[in-house]
């Protein structure tokens, strides 16, 4: 089951989410605002992308079911997501202009060109399996972290939106038609599909580190001249 195989290979990654100091941070209430505004304005990259992608998919998918299901993550993801990030910068007052002038951090950029990827090198298999860890690790991470809540209104708010039944219920289909698809791949396409899911879940934990440490691109020699 492909689903198994490739939480099995993720462990560093997937369960030290969990631990990661953004997450204990954010359920305790100590997280900064900075770096919450910061993993706002990066993940409204992120899921502007990762909603298109989902379009992508399936306008060249032929499974039927496949194709629904990408096509109702992408307006979910319009309808509730993004637009719950919406309400969160308007909250914080994060402007227009503020957005405009935060550069992509190097972490978002490269997973995102990481799931587009799968749509050159990979395969459609590969590329829906890249898009599963987020759903997915986002809902266990509700889920633990709804146990306790957080002080913090605007945090509970964040771990709300994917400790319920629903999102539940959209990863546990997720997941059904993944290890169909997986099922039906050939041998070449299964290894594309368990190392997108690898990656992506190694993008979810640095996803946590970009937003900790505000990372930002290397400036390079400052003092270097150019020989042209």
């Not at 986002?138 to 913090?152: A, R, W």
């Amino acid at each position: 089951m492909f689903t198994k195989k490739a939480r099995a290979l993720t462990i560093p990654h997937w369960e030290g989410s969990f631990s990661h100091p953004f997450i204990k941070e954010l359920q305790d209430g100590s997280l900064g605002a900075e770096e919450f505004r910061y993993y706002l304005i990066q993940d409204r990259y992120y899921l502007e992308h990762f909603s298109r992608i989902h379009l992508l998919i399936a306008e060249q998918m032929k499974d039927k079911e496949v194709k629904e299901m990408l096509l109702t993550g992408a307006k979910h993801l319009a309808e509730g997501e993004i637009s719950i990030r919406e309400g969160f910068f308007k909250e914080l007052n994060i402007t227009d202009e503020e957005i405009a002038s935060t550069p992509i951090a190097p972490t978002a950029y490269n997973y995102v060109s990481h799931m587009y990827r799968q749509l050159l090198d990979g395969s459609l298999k590969s590329a829906v399996a890249g898009l599963l860890p987020c759903a997915w690790l986002y809902q266990e991470i509700g889920v633990e972290l709804i146990k306790t809540g957080s002080p913090t209104s605007l945090y509970q708010r964040w771990i709300e939106t994917y400790s319920g039944e629903e999102a539940a219920k959209d990863v546990a289909h997720q997941c059904t038609l993944i290890n169909r698809l997986y099922e039906s791949a050939d041998e070449k396409e299964k290894q594309q599909m368990i190392d997108a899911f690898v990656i992506s879940s190694r993008m979810e934990y640095l996803f946590w580190d970009m937003s900790y440490t505000l990372q930002k691109w290397p400036e390079g020699d400052v003092n270097a001249t150019s020989k042209y």
